[in-house]
């Protein structure tokens, strides 16, 4: 089983920037498409963002497009998570999660990722 882990939760200020990483300790990093998913205390885990295998696609929520990128870095078996103009609505506990996906796969829902890490805490506070 592909094992995940984040990495790089923290306090930061309103406006700030922080980048995740998610280390994934698998042999077939390159054919697995990434997504990150984030939950807030009594909300439901949404979709934040993904990757498909090659890097060539990637998909954002409405409410980060523009401020986060999310990028990989195969030769490390590494998916990062670039987050710009950080606004209290992003606090919550960010997932990174993983899964074989075909180009016609739904990469914004969470049913299609089998594979799920721990999470990381972010905090973004004036």
């Known amino acids: 089983q592909v094992q995940l882990v984040e990495f790089g939760g923290r306090w930061v200020q309103t406006g700030g920037s922080l980048n995740l990483s998610c280390a994934a300790s698998?042999?077939?990093?390159?054919?697995?498409?990434v997504g990150w998913f984030r939950q807030a205390p009594g909300k439901d885990r949404e979709f934040v963002a993904a990757?498909?295998?090659?890097?060539?696609?990637?998909y954002y929520s409405d409410s980060v497009k523009g401020r986060f990128t999310i990028s990989r870095e195969n030769a490390k078996n590494t998916v990062y998570l670039q987050m710009n103009v950080l606004n209290a609505e992003d606090t919550a506990v960010y997932f990174c999660?993983?899964?074989?996906?075909?180009?016609?796969?739904?990469?914004?829902?969470?049913?299609?990722?089998?594979?799920w890490g721990q999470g990381t805490q972010v905090t973004v506070s004036s």
């Open positions: 999660a993983a899964a074989y996906l075909s180009a016609r796969a739904d990469f914004r829902a969470q049913y299609e990722y089998n594979y």
């Open positions: 698998t042999r077939t990093f390159g054919a697995l498409s």
């Open positions: 990757i498909n295998w090659s890097g060539g696609m990637t």
